[in-house]
């Protein structure tokens, strides 16, 4: 480990370590971003995420306990934080960024298997926290990184992140003080009839931080508004830090003003003061669309309303890049987007359906897997055609599209995906034939960035402008080519393939307004400055549609 704090020290990279107390769901990764953020113009900001949870990665946890599982370029399925890093920083993060405590263990394990520790006893320390920080360390010196950015995920006294508090403590030691700068994000809640900010739960969590040996250099109150120059002055003396590294996380509408917030309370100048950096953020074009995003969603007459049909609406998170990719989309077109989730388990019949998507002027049907509410998203996949209600589906929605398209307009009545009918006498959506012999769950899927091909003239290649699309994917199913003639020849377009023509990549029905899918997640690229062409284009068609050409 010498040789690599040596070439760490070498190339003066700085260490930003975020941690999180009081009380879970605070933000700290739109917090690392957002700090991110202010340095990424000039600086190659690397972020690591460390959770606490057993698992490998998060790719067999329930959307609905566990939020958005984000997948990356190299087929990494990673915590949905991963996405504020993308967009916030413009990069293409990697799966070895993404650190659980699964892969952890497992590494410690068959290290110990392999006799790399032969004669000793493997201890929690030094033995895990020197894998930790050796994980740190390879990141920093492969990714040539001048920041990085240690993500430490739970809240500070869990079980299950100590021994990431205990390795991110020990930077210091390895590094030196000079280049380790610790983030605490805490809550400052400000209690019904006292209505005043209180700041005792910052206090304590201070404190239980201190405990393992970490004094954080800076404070972030998670707070429905500024915290008060007194109170400031009360947490500086109680927690040992200047009053001017106090900072207010304050409630906003938008995530991407974050960055901007933070600006403005002068946290890159504590960072460079710290660091001895010269660095000035860059956030002008960021400002102007941030705005542009601001009053379509505070002042804009022009409003339409997207209803995103799936069986995870209960936890808004699980289709957290969903609803950026809109976002996204309203900041360039001058429009307000409404959403309104439609549980698909509750979608009976057609009627059903119908009742659920008036005023709606666009639908989405997003990704997904197993039979609950799979009837329900086709009986709105049926009324978005029927009605030329602009429609978008993902992975799973384009599968169902096909479904419905193969029952209601090529005559196949039983037409089913071998996921949700195994005996299904037409199958036109089945597993791939790489999927059939996979017995394990975790990272088996078709992951990662795929190529299609782009057919010109279609509605795809005007989105994209061009013949050759990337985009992310996440399944174990596709269109049967066994029926690719029977649905083209009814008119269902197949605009994009796979290189190999085999797989369907991108389909739409030229006739509609908007009537497009896709098997990949374009939602997992959208940024504030670039949005994914196939959510511009639903939230355009909407509009036009809603308002006129011209308006």
Request: some cysteine; overall charge negative; aromatic content about 8%.
């Amino acid at each position: 480990m010498k040789d690599k704090l040596d070439e760490i020290k070498k190339n003066n990279i700085k260490f930003i370590v975020v941690t999180g107390g009081v009380i879970s769901g605070l933000g700290k990764g739109i917090a690392s971003a957002s700090i991110g953020k202010l340095f990424s113009n000039e600086y190659k900001v690397v972020p690591i995420k460390c959770d606490g949870y057993l698992n490998i990665d998060p790719g067999t946890m329930n959307p609905i306990e566990h939020g958005e599982v984000f997948v990356l370029d190299d087929g990494g399925e990673v915590d949905m934080d991963f996405g504020h890093y993308e967009r916030f920083l413009n990069i293409s993060a990697k799966i070895k960024w993404n650190l659980t405590m699964g892969k952890v263990y497992k590494g410690i394990l068959d290290k110990e298997r392999k006799g790399d520790f032969l004669g000793k006893t493997v201890q929690l320390i030094p033995h895990v926290t020197n894998h930790i920080k050796d994980w740190f360390y390879d990141i920093a010196l492969e990714e040539k990184a001048n920041i990085v950015i240690i993500e430490v995920g739970g809240t500070v006294g869990d079980m299950e992140n100590e021994l990431y508090i205990e390795a991110t403590r020990q930077l210091k030691n390895d590094l030196g003080r000079e280049n380790v700068f610790y983030v605490h994000l805490t809550y400052i809640p400000i209690p019904n009839g006292v209505n005043e900010p209180k700041s005792k739960p910052t206090q304590q969590s201070v404190k239980l931080l201190n405990e393992r040996g970490i004094w954080p250099d800076m404070i972030i109150g998670r707070c429905q508004e500024y915290i008060p120059e007194q109170l400031k002055e009360k947490i500086a003396n109680f927690c040992n830090v200047s009053k001017e590294s106090i900072v207010t996380g304050v409630d906003v509408d938008s995530v991407y003003k974050i960055p901007i917030e933070f600006k403005e309370q002068n946290v890159d100048d504590t960072i460079n003061a710290k660091f001895k950096l010269t660095h000035n953020a860059d956030l002008e074009k960021w400002k102007h669309l941030v705005e542009s995003l601001s009053y379509n969603m505070n002042g804009q007459k022009k409003v339409i309303t997207i209803a995103i049909c799936g069986k995870y609406t209960r936890l808004e998170d699980s289709y957290a890049s969903v609803v950026e990719a809109l976002m996204h989309s309203s900041a360039h077109l001058d429009c307000k987007v409404n959403i309104k989730w439609v549980e698909t388990t509750k979608i009976e019949t057609l009627d059903d359906a119908k009742k659920a998507l008036a005023g709606i002027d666009g639908i989405i049907v997003p990704g997904g897997f197993g039979s609950r509410g799979v009837e329900g998203k086709v009986k709105i996949i049926h009324c978005a055609r029927e009605n030329d209600i602009p429609f978008l589906g993902i992975c799973y929605g384009l599968q169902l599209a096909v479904i419905e398209f193969a029952r209601n307009v090529c005559g196949l009545t039983d037409a089913n995906s071998t996921e949700i009918d195994k005996d299904t006498t037409n199958p036109v959506v089945d597993i791939l034939p790489e999927q059939i012999t996979i017995t394990e769950k975790g990272g088996t899927m078709r992951l990662g960035a795929y190529e299609a091909n782009i057919k010109k003239g279609t509605k795809i290649f005007e989105l994209y402008e061009s013949e050759k699309v990337s985009e992310r994917h996440r399944h174990r199913y596709e269109v049967n080519p066994e029926f690719h003639k029977i649905l083209s020849d009814k008119g269902l377009v197949f605009s994009g393939l796979s290189p190999n023509g085999k797989l369907v990549e991108f389909i739409e029905l030229p006739e509609k307004t908007y009537f497009v899918g896709t098997q990949a997640h374009p939602e997992l690229k959208s940024s504030l400055t670039k949005p994914a062409p196939m959510f511009y284009g639903l939230v355009l068609s909407a509009v036009t549609k809603k308002f006129g050409k011209n308006n």
